[in-house]
């Protein structure tokens, strides 16, 4: 369910798909002569313009050193071609899982960079995002948050990384596209509506603010904590002492009322608003603490509190699958 | 733009550009109208101030406004300063004006690219070994500019080790295509500077050639097949003048217009007779003549021989100019004259200079047959009080009579304009020829200098027998001044050291230096002949001794070898061909203890891991668990364990010491195993 590819031209198609033979997704790259692609900038083809100019002008002139000269500056363009290749052969690039993010805000995606000889001056970026210089690349990884504007929620995979160099007279663009494996899920971004809220909640009948709080009490198994002196014996968790484990207290806690349910409405006129409000609706319950409970489609989660919680229901809502909604495929 | 904060550009860049803008417009300086180079100065100043921060960029109108400026002055001078040198000079404004408005990266770009541009431009004129060192110099600079955009944290030394390193590792390629690729033909017609550099001109007055006496520079450099003739039979010819109006001496028409036709046609054939053969190479003159000696010809196909035995260069001598000539000393130039040329060299002004018409016809009186004439005016020079000098007291109207009779001093054109003019007076048909007399022998190399200072001018007379016949009255004035060459003559410090006082030429008076100073201008000579003058023929003679038949297999197999040798060498400089050394001995020497093991009859199988291989080791020879132990230590150690830098530098050494101590140990289990 990639989104992001709606408008490619039949070459881009195929240059996509050479890509991808030729550097299959991975999450951990070394760039070597097969990844690596090495052609002239425009400043590059202006010095060649320059070289050839030179030469004329040394051969009109019948003058050997201006003809010397030119092919010097020639002679450079190559050793730059060569160092551009060495800027960027042998970096390892790794990419690890990015902070969550709603859709329109900015992810950065975490790359680590490293490389056995230092390299320098590599840019990182992603399509027409912005673009994320390193100044030295050495032996010791280094973490580089490369930005991706998310606009869609849901999976999002940012496309290939571009690694790029000019490094060291910015004659030659020596680049990579690689793909890192790093497709993450983008929450819907949220909409405050304080109406679906109510909704959920007047079906209750207890006052509203406790709704779906707990308290400390006694009923229900809550947790283990560091007993602390002074704490009653019977709460003390004496199998986990014979465990070897330490003393610990048994907590319980108490709920205050019954949970809050989120429900999917199958019969809401906008889809994504209605995800958009879900998603508002979860962050504000679990920002008061208040259990909930959630009914999708095609999945129910039991109420609970926790951030846990909170990120699996907005993973959940995030990748809710615009067709099955449609009731095509159920 | 995202791109925009990358292109701000960095102070260290700011400084290179600083030091290259100046490096660059230095050599340029007599290139430059007062007006640029105001303006240059003002830029230069200008960005001095910014980089201290004193000041700040100029509004963009301002430069604008100088740029117009200087356009329509340039334009206005351009008749003036000639084509080439106001593009020149355009070139030099606009590099300096960008300099001042530069903004981002770009604009670094196009002041260091149009930076090479003036360097080439440079090298039109100023082609000296020293030079190329000095504006090699400049290019690696001009560079490191670029180097800096990309490592602007980094010192000021590193960005100038990597533009260093960078230019070094181009050169061989460089070098390579230089000497490789063919040379073209010019492919059009290009403006050239017009200012002369040689004293010599095509009209000579009094005084002309003492200018041009005082000049250190080089004319000329002459390599002889053979022999080098004696110091008084070098006789440079250059021109041949007919024309006498009383004041000055000039070319005729008839022989300028065979000059502008330059037809192949108007060649004269070669010579018979036994001739001298040598190869010159003249210094840039941007005149067409060139030089020989007696009745010369050049079979080259760029050369036309002109009737009157001199050589002259079909495209203006803009550079230099490699030619061989042959001198036939001994054939007779113009067996028979024509009559329009005889009258031609009798003719002189209706009125003018009484006493010395009224000597020469006293000689005719009293030696009416020629050559006895000729000879007794020489004797006459020989025998009156004259003197040779640099610095002639003036003369009236009357040249001749003035210099003959009052002045009673001069030099060669002196001398040689009063006796053309009695020779002609008493119906002798005389011409006035200038060039170079003598040269300096250089016998590291073996090849003749000739300075400018050894300009000179002479006399040639039409005798019916022997044809033109060469006199120089200036010999008898001065006789050392031919036999020895000039030097031997004047102090040279009073004659042409007076106006260079940092020429190398004053060596001469301390033996060592002036050996050094010798082999120095034996560099220059083959600087000139190997590398200015590089054409098709030395690049062909070059493969030739390389490949002894140049086949183009042969050619092409050298070319690849070359490049990929190049590349590679390249590569490796750069650290591309060993990535993982490190890694590789350690395993490597491992992978050598485990081969000898296995010689021994414990040999490992792929999948076992080294401490269990070595359990098994010691299982067999117990013996070795001392020098083994810490071997496999310190490669588990290397292998598996995450390190500090300075703590994997030890443990490297520990593991090559224990590697050498393994290895003997088990070389060593041989000699005990045979033993029992």
């Known amino acids: 369910m990639d989104l992001n590819q709606t408008t490619d031209t039949v070459y881009q198609r195929w240059w996509k798909g050479w890509l991808s033979r030729r550097l299959p997704p991975q999450n951990r790259v070394t760039l070597a002569h097969k990844s690596i692609f090495i052609l002239p900038t425009g400043f590059g083809l202006i010095w060649l313009l320059l070289v050839v100019l030179l030469f004329l002008f040394g051969t009109n002139y019948q003058n050997n050193l201006v003809i010397a000269l030119s092919l010097l500056l020639l002679s450079l363009f190559n050793t730059c071609i060569i160092y551009s290749y060495r800027n960027l052969a042998g970096m390892t690039l790794e990419a690890k899982t990015g902070p969550h993010v709603y859709a329109g805000q900015t992810v950065l995606y975490p790359v680590y960079l490293s490389a056995n000889q230092v390299q320098y001056q590599v840019t990182l970026s992603y399509g027409d995002n912005e673009t994320q210089t390193v100044a030295n690349v050495t032996d010791k990884a280094v973490q580089t948050l490369v930005p991706f504007a998310s606009q869609r929620r849901g999976w999002t995979h940012p496309g290939r990384l571009k690694v790029e160099s000019r490094y060291p007279l910015g004659l030659c663009r020596a680049w990579s596209n690689v793909d890192l494996d790093n497709a993450q899920i983008v929450f819907a971004t949220p909409i405050a509506s304080v109406t679906q809220l109510h909704q959920h909640l007047q079906d209750g009948t207890t006052e509203q603010p406790l709704r779906g709080r707990s308290t400390q009490g006694v009923e229900e198994f809550k947790g283990l904590k560091p007993y602390v002196f002074g704490e009653s014996l019977h709460q003390i968790a004496w199998k986990q002492l014979a465990q070897g484990r330490g003393m610990l207290t048994k907590e319980f806690e108490q709920p205050l009322s019954a949970p809050t349910w989120l429900t999917f409405n199958d019969k809401h006129p906008d889809l994504e608003l209605q995800l958009s409000e879900l998603t508002w609706s979860v962050d504000q319950l679990s920002e008061q603490e208040q259990a909930f409970g959630l009914v999708l489609p095609n999945q129910t989660y039991m109420p609970a509190t926790g951030q846990h919680h909170r990120l699996a229901s907005l993973k959940a809502i995030a990748t809710i699958d615009r067709i099955s909604t449609k009731g095509n495929l159920g | ?676």
């Open chain 2, 1 to 676: 733009m995202s791109h925009a904060q990358g292109e701000i550009i960095g102070r260290q860049s700011l400084l290179w550009l600083l030091v290259v803008n100046t490096l660059v417009l230095l050599p340029l300086y007599d290139k430059m109208t007062p007006w640029s180079m105001g303006i240059c100065a003002i830029c230069l100043l200008w960005r001095l101030g910014i980089f201290s921060g004193k000041v700040a960029k100029p509004p963009r109108y301002l430069v604008t406004a100088l740029a117009v400026a200087s356009a329509i002055t340039l334009a206005l001078v351009t008749s003036q300063i000639g084509m080439l040198n106001g593009l020149i000079n355009l070139l030099i404004l606009g590099y300096a004006l960008k300099y001042i408005e530069m903004r981002d990266r770009r604009d670094v770009r196009a002041v260091v690219l149009v930076g090479y541009f003036l360097i080439a431009i440079t090298f039109i004129e100023k082609q000296s070994l020293w030079f190329t060192i000095q504006l090699t110099l400049v290019a690696t600079i001009n560079t490191c500019v670029l180097v800096s955009l990309y490592r602007n944290s980094d010192s000021l030394r590193s960005t100038a080790r990597l533009g260093t390193q960078l230019m070094l590792q181009s050169l061989p390629l460089a070098l390579f295509l230089f000497v490789v690729l063919p040379r073209l033909p010019p492919l059009w017609l290009v403006p050239s500077a017009n200012n002369a550099t040689t004293g010599l001109s095509d009209e000579v007055s009094f005084g002309d050639i003492d200018q041009l006496t005082r000049s250190t520079a080089l004319a000329f450099r002459v390599t002889f097949d053979a022999e080098q003739p004696n110091n008084a039979e070098l006789y440079w010819r250059a021109l041949v003048m007919e024309n006498y109006d009383g004041k000055r001496w000039t070319q005729d028409e008839s022989i300028k217009k065979i000059e502008r036709a330059a037809n192949a046609a108007a060649n004269r054939k070669p010579p018979q007779g036994p001739f001298l053969s040598y190869e010159v190479i003249t210094e840039p003159s941007r005149q067409h003549w060139l030089y020989g000696m007696d009745l010369a010809y050049s079979s080259e196909a760029d050369i036309l021989n002109l009737p009157d035995g001199r050589l002259y260069a079909v495209s203006r001598v803009d550079k230099k100019l490699e030619y061989r000539v042959s001198s036939f000393k001994e054939a007779i130039l113009d067996r028979r004259l024509a009559p329009n040329v005889k009258a031609l060299n009798l003719a002189l002004p209706e009125k003018g200079n009484p006493k010395t018409r009224a000597l020469a016809l006293q000689f005719k009186k009293d030696h009416p047959e020629p050559k006895a004439r000729l000879t007794a005016m020489m004797r006459y020079f020989n025998e009156s009080p004259y003197f040779y000098t640099l610095r002639p007291p003036q003369v009236g109207p009357q040249q001749l009579d003035d210099f003959l009779f009052e002045n009673k001093a001069g030099f060669c054109v002196h001398y040689a304009s009063a006796f053309a003019f009695m020779a002609r007076t008493t119906g002798l048909p005389a011409r006035l020829v200038t060039g170079y007399q003598g040269g300096e022998w250089n016998r590291t190399a073996g090849y003749l200098s000739v300075y400018q200072y050894m300009a000179h001018a002479w006399v040639e007379v039409w005798l019916p027998q022997s044809g033109w016949t060469r006199y120089d009255p200036t010999a008898m004035i001065a006789p050392s001044r031919i036999d020895d060459g000039f030097d031997a003559f004047f102090n040279p410090q009073q004659s042409y050291l007076l106006e260079s006082p940092f020429s190398t030429l004053r060596l001469r008076q301390y033996p060592l230096l002036n050996n050094l100073r010798l082999s120095l201008a034996s560099i220059d000579y083959y600087w000139s002949k190997w590398v200015l003058g590089f054409d098709n023929e030395r690049q062909s003679m070059i493969l030739k001794k390389l490949l002894g038949d140049v086949t183009s297999t042969k050619l092409a197999i050298f070319m690849l070898v070359i490049l990929a040798t190049i590349g590679l060498a390249i590569a490796y400089s750069v650290g591309l061909l060993h990535f993982s050394r490190q890694q590789d001995k350690v395993v490597a020497g491992f992978e050598q203890i485990c081969i000898m093991l296995a010689k021994k009859g414990v040999s490992r199988p792929i999948n076992e891991s080294p401490s269990d291989y070595y359990k098994r080791v010691l299982q067999h020879y117990p013996g070795l668990r001392e020098t083994l132990n810490p071997y496999i230590d310190c490669y588990i150690t290397l292998k598996y364990k995450p390190l500090s830098d300075a703590g994997r530098k030890r443990v490297l050494n520990r593991y090559r010491q224990t590697l050498h101590q393994a290895r003997i140990a088990i070389l060593r289990l041989n000699k005990t195993k045979i033993a029992p």
